[in-house]
């Protein structure tokens, strides 16, 4: 039981340059969301899902896309990279808003650096 | 529109020395007060889920309590492996959506 994996760890992009970063989950978890972190700031959520096939945006949507189209994966894409996407970027799942126990277990994170 | 703000921004300790760090929150219709905690580098790492006001929860050297307005975390007689950053957050309403606040950076001093 792997819980939440994110791949890749560390990425260097430059300007305009677009990226997908990896999110799966083996704990048949209902909700999945991205968050991103910046010093200063928390963490901000940028998209999440309800379950496959449905995703909405969050508070700091703007330069992503996702979609789900499995319960297990939940990818982040970066269409035109900019420097102000610098940041660290977590993936969360939990079971979902129809239960209690719906904390949140979080991957390790990808460090992101656009020049 | 949920908020969540958390004090002090760094707490330092000395070893066995117990505080206190506080989340006060506005949230619309609360369904739970969530802690984390997490270290650098890392994801953070689940600790604890609060419902109700008058609810309290233990980890070893951790207890989180909560009122209507604001939750804390108690650390009695830290170890210099307490220290991280402490994250609180909340989720209202109908949906799963977490509302974090800013974290409170603890370092315990040998």
């Known amino acids: 039981n792997a819980g939440v994996t994110q791949t890749p760890k560390f990425q260097v992009l430059k300007t305009g340059q677009s990226m997908t970063l990896q999110c799966a989950q083996d704990?048949?978890?209902?909700?999945m969301s991205w968050y991103r972190q910046d010093p200063g700031m928390g963490l901000r959520l940028i998209h999440y899902?309800?379950?496959?096939?449905?995703?909405d945006q969050g508070e700091v949507p703007n330069g992503y896309n996702v979609s789900r189209s499995t319960t297990e994966d939940f990818p982040l894409r970066l269409l035109s990279a900019a420097p102000s996407q610098t940041s660290v970027y977590f993936c969360a799942s939990s079971k979902g808003q129809k239960v209690l126990n719906t904390e949140a277990f979080f991957g390790q994170g990808t460090r992101l650096t656009v020049v | 529109e949920d908020q969540v703000t958390q004090s002090p921004e760094a707490l330092r300790l000395q070893e066995g020395e117990s505080s206190s760090l506080n989340c006060s929150y506005t949230v619309s219709g609360l369904r739970g007060l969530f802690w984390y905690r997490q270290d650098p580098g890392k994801g953070p790492e689940f600790l604890f889920t609060l419902y109700s006001a008058g609810e309290e929860k233990e980890k070893e050297r951790l207890k989180a309590t909560l009122t209507k307005k604001e939750s804390f975390l108690h650390i009695t007689a830290p170890k210099p492996e307490d220290s991280a950053t402490y994250l609180c957050a909340v989720q209202g309403g109908a949906n799963s959506k977490l509302t974090f606040g800013k974290g409170i950076t603890l370092s315990v001093r040998p």
């Open positions: 704990m048949n978890h209902e909700y």
């Open positions: 899902s309800v379950g496959a096939g449905i995703t």
